[in-house]
T-cell receptor, first 111, second 113 residues
């Protein structure tokens, strides 16, 4: 079936460090790809998305590019802040149906 | 706009009991999906309601059932609770397919003891 794999956390970085969280997917069709963020005690917030190959989603300094050839959607940020500490989920949908989420990657940013 | 609201925020139930969770979708949204998020894991799809009908269902037993009302709000019912049902239950609303844009509620934390 369809699935999403993410790098295992936790990831601990110092403030202003470069962030990469790897995400790869397996899908029977041509999915849309998403990154969601979950802050402590809260639900999920959409961070960015891409709907076709080579699309780049971006928001709040975060970026991810839809790479069909490598079935990947890696999340990057050039300079993380303490406020970016959260759990990040990579997800896909096929034909607009339900989300398939990865297991999540916990990020801790130290001042 | 209040966004997606879920109630209650926290709930403690005893094994074998039944529970009902509630979700009000974002204004203008007609589709409600429910997800179970166990501690330390990603959300797992339970089912989706559209036009008061269950449109899709994930790999969950029949103990999990739902309903959507004419005002698009929704309920998730779980019967014969097991310890393993302890999780954060998330509701997501969208206008039609979730691929457009889906909004999640804060979730209901269910603890089964």
């Amino acid at each position: 079936g369809d699935s999403v794999t993410q790098m295992e956390g936790p990831v601990t970085l110092s403030e202003e460090a470069f962030l990469t969280i790897n995400c790869t997917y397996t899908a029977t069709g041509y999915p849309s790809l998403f990154w969601y963020v979950q802050y402590p005690g809260e639900g999920l917030q959409l961070l960015l998305k891409a709907t076709k190959a080579d699309d780049k989603g971006s928001n709040k300094g975060f970026e991810a590019t839809y790479r069909k050839e490598t079935t990947s959607f890696h999340l990057e940020k050039g300079s993380v802040q303490v406020s970016d500490s959260a759990v990040y989920f990579c997800a896909l949908t096929l034909y607009g149906q339900n989300f398939v989420f990865g297991p999540g990657t916990r990020l801790s940013v130290l001042p | 706009d209040a966004g997606v609201t879920q109630s209650p925020t926290h709930l403690i139930k005893t094994r074998g009991q039944q529970v009902t969770l509630r979700c009000s979708p974002k204004s203008g949204h007609d589709t409600v999906s429910w997800y179970q998020q166990a501690l330390g894991q990603g959300p797992q799809f339970i089912f989706q309601y559209y036009e008061e009908e269950e449109r899709q269902r994930g790999n969950f037993p029949d103990r999990f059932s739902g309903h959507q009302f004419p005002n698009y709000s929704s309920e998730l019912n779980v019967n014969a609770l097991l310890l393993g049902d302890s999780a954060l239950y998330l509701c997501a609303s969208s206008l039609g397919d979730v691929g457009t844009e889906a909004f999640f509620g804060q979730g209901t934390r269910l603890t089964v003891v």
